[in-house]
């Protein structure tokens, strides 16, 4: 049995929720009359847009999506064509490819956005990206100045809080100015409870990965559980896809069952995965029977496994929170280094795979040294190097000759801790 | 009489290596590895069983490796070139720590404990530093790829390459033949910009002697001495260094033939 043939009752259940979701964007797009809003996944405040029944599109997991269906490049390279240079973020090219495409895709039609809401300031290109969306659409685009985590302890200041909590009210104002009616209090804490109850399972569902074997693999069906957890996050349908995922997983562990027959190695992985290639750099693992328990990637969106819960009693300063600290992107290098640590060490990893991305320098720079770091702590760690979107950067032949020369070294490494033992 | 195949399908040339059950060498062949990967890999095992006289059903055990080891259609086992250079390299010279290998496409770095590979770096998609660029360097100065090692150590003012970049090297060092710079002079200047580029990459793991020195660019006695030279320690070359992926794929197949049933 291979790693891909694991399609449990989740997988397909995230077919069908996701469907419709998209359905709900060809619906908008066709003028249904929902009004649409755009926004990123670091720390994404999706529950302020649910109170109001805007729909959440983030052009980030379409232009994953595209990718994953070998639909990205004709994208990128008519945005390359505009004039994007061929470094830049291929996310954003495959985004503005698309929307002069007419904003058809294999999976929706998206609609064009009554709200360009860029929620996250760590990436300059990301800035440019819904400026460009902005100039195209003839949307305004609202910012967000989300701080950056700065502080030694990790945690943002009152003031911190208190500025990003006078950018959401402004941001409901605007919100009231697109759907022509009042924020409805109620509404909103009936999102951040589900968003809470949503959080507490997402978290028990990473923690079971502390499991040998791992119930599932913290990589490669994370991602299966992320997009949900953005688009789906504040309903009850997400609440109720989570529900499901939790018992799947725990139902797993009972009886130890993992997503591969053997679970001989176990990896922490940092990195977004190569989308237009998934399917090929997943089998590059499951031939060493390798599983990924921990992955840094899955908590772009939030850090709900170390204790982040929305909080329906004071629903604005919980989104603020997230905003600011409860996701990775906003926190700062050491932040994620001490995660990682924690995953190695709870999570009884022996390995740590670093998958940079040559168009997204935000997320890749400073990856030369997390090696140097994790391997003067002695924790055999390998970089490689893809795209996450641009599918002409990935070289196969030079990607399975590191990944298989790692685990020959790991092998050999187990073999002489267990003769020595 | 059992003997053991190594059979390393290079980007450039496919090698193989046959050892007996002393672990000595008994035979080997090198060939063009051209278009057809798997056609080259029959080839060199073919030419080496003829070398050694070997014949085909005394071989007990034969392991692919290189790029092309998954098209080794004899191969009882897969390993990477990395694994085989560190094991190779360990059986010529024991002590080695650090195994450079320079090949057609490849530069790698592999630090190395007991013939058993610790940490390693390669180049990344980019020729610069491999032996692809000493012939692009070599084909723009009208040299064969095997002259230009001994031409480049008699450079007495090496010229200062602005890139090592495989492509634009061409431009560069025509710009140095139109100004009327000596050939050696040219080739010093390639042989260093290489050699600092390597050192680099061998940084990356550690500059832990012993170093030994392996694929097709340790037969360029230029490199050799201008790696030397700049770090400062001797390199471990044998006439074999750039069979050296194939020895370790030997010995591979040696122990892998050799290990009882059920271990």
New interface residues.
């Given amino acids: 049995m291979t790693e891909l043939q694991y399609q449990g009752h989740l997988h397909q259940l995230q077919k069908q929720l996701m469907a419709n979701y998209y359905a709900a964007l060809t619906a908008s797009a066709e003028g249904s009359g929902e009004p649409a809003a755009y926004l990123l996944i670091g720390g994404n405040p999706v529950e302020l847009l649910r109170a109001f029944d805007i729909l959440p599109v983030f052009p980030e997991v379409n232009a994953l999506q595209l990718a994953v269906k070998k639909q990205s490049l004709p994208h990128i390279q008519a945005a390359e064509f505009m004039g994007y240079s061929s470094d830049n973020c291929a996310y954003v090219k495959a985004d503005i490819g698309q929307y002069f495409a007419g904003r058809k895709t294999p999976f929706a039609t998206i609609p064009e956005p009554s709200l360009l809401l860029c929620n996250y300031v760590g990436c300059n290109v990301y800035l440019d990206w819904f400026g460009h969306l902005s100039e195209y659409s003839g949307c305004p685009a609202f910012q967000l100045d989300i701080p950056f985590i700065r502080s030694k302890s990790g945690f943002p200041s009152k003031d911190d809080v208190d500025y990003v909590m006078r950018q959401l009210q402004r941001l409901i104002e605007r919100c009231e100015e697109i759907t022509g009616r009042q924020l409805d209090e109620d509404r909103l804490r009936e999102c951040v409870r589900l968003s809470s109850l949503t959080g507490e399972l997402w978290s028990k569902i990473k923690h079971l990965t502390k499991h040998t074997p791992a119930p599932y693999d913290a990589y490669f069906d994370s991602v299966t559980m992320m997009a949900p957890l953005y688009c789906l996050r504040g309903t009850p349908e997400g609440l109720v896809f989570f529900e499901t995922a939790y018992a799947e997983m725990a139902e797993r562990v009972a009886a130890n069952r993992g997503p591969l027959e053997t679970e001989r190695f176990r990896y922490v992985i940092e990195g977004p995965p190569p989308w237009p290639h998934l399917r090929t750099f997943r089998d590059m693992f499951s031939r060493w029977n390798a599983v990924a328990v921990a992955s840094t990637y899955s908590t772009v969106g939030g850090l709900w496994e170390f204790g982040f819960r929305h909080d329906p009693d004071h629903p604005l300063e919980s989104i603020a929170c997230h905003l600011l600290e409860w996701n990775l992107t906003n926190r700062n290098f050491l932040q994620r280094y001490e995660q990682i640590e924690r995953y190695l060490d709870e999570w009884h990893a022996s390995a740590l795979i670093i998958h940079s991305v040559k168009s997204c320098r935000l997320f890749s720079a400073g990856q030369g040294d997390m090696r140097e770091y994790f391997t003067k702590l002695g924790v055999p760690t390998l970089l490689i190097e893809s795209d996450l979107e641009d599918p002409r950067y990935f070289s196969e032949a030079q990607m399975r000759t590191r990944i298989d020369a790692f685990f020959e070294s790991l092998g050999h490494r187990a073999l002489v801790q267990e003769a020595s033992a | 009489m059992k003997y053991f195949a190594g059979v390393d399908v290079g980007s450039t040339q496919a090698k193989c290596i046959i050892v007996d059950e002393q672990r000595t060498i008994s035979a080997r062949a090198l060939v063009e590895t051209g278009a057809n990967v798997a056609r080259a890999a029959d080839r060199c095992f073919a030419a080496a069983l003829e070398a050694g006289g070997i014949a085909r059903e005394s071989i007990a055990c034969a392991v692919g490796t290189g790029?092309g080891r998954f098209k080794v259609s004899f191969g009882d086992l897969?390993?990477?070139?990395?694994?085989c250079h560190a094991k190779g390299a360990s059986l010529l010279f024991p002590q080695t720590r650090t195994v450079i290998d320079m090949g057609g496409q490849d530069a790698k770095a592999i630090s190395v404990r007991d013939g058993?590979?610790?940490?390693?770096v390669?180049n990344?998609?980019c020729a610069a530093g491999t032996g692809r660029f000493l012939s692009t360097a070599a084909e723009t100065l009208g040299l064969g790829l095997e002259e230009i090692g001994e031409i480049s150590l008699r450079a007495r003012n090496p010229v200062r390459l602005s890139t090592v970049c495989t492509v634009f090297v061409e431009s560069d060092i025509m710009a140095y033949v139109a100004q009327g710079k000596k050939i050696e002079d040219i080739l010093g200047g390639i042989h260093s910009a290489i050699a600092a580029r390597t050192i680099a990459l061998v940084r990356r793991v550690g500059l832990e002697p012993q170093f030994t020195f392996t694929g097709g660019v340790s037969l360029n006695v230029g490199m050799v001495k201008m790696m030397e030279e700049k770090l400062g320690q001797p390199l471990n070359v044998s006439a074999d260094s750039h069979y050296m992926g194939a020895i370790g794929a030997a010995l591979f197949a040696s122990e892998h033939a050799l290990v009882p049933a059920g271990n």
């Fill in positions: 790029y897969q390993i990477t070139e990395i694994t058993e590979v610790v940490d390693f390669m990344d998609k």
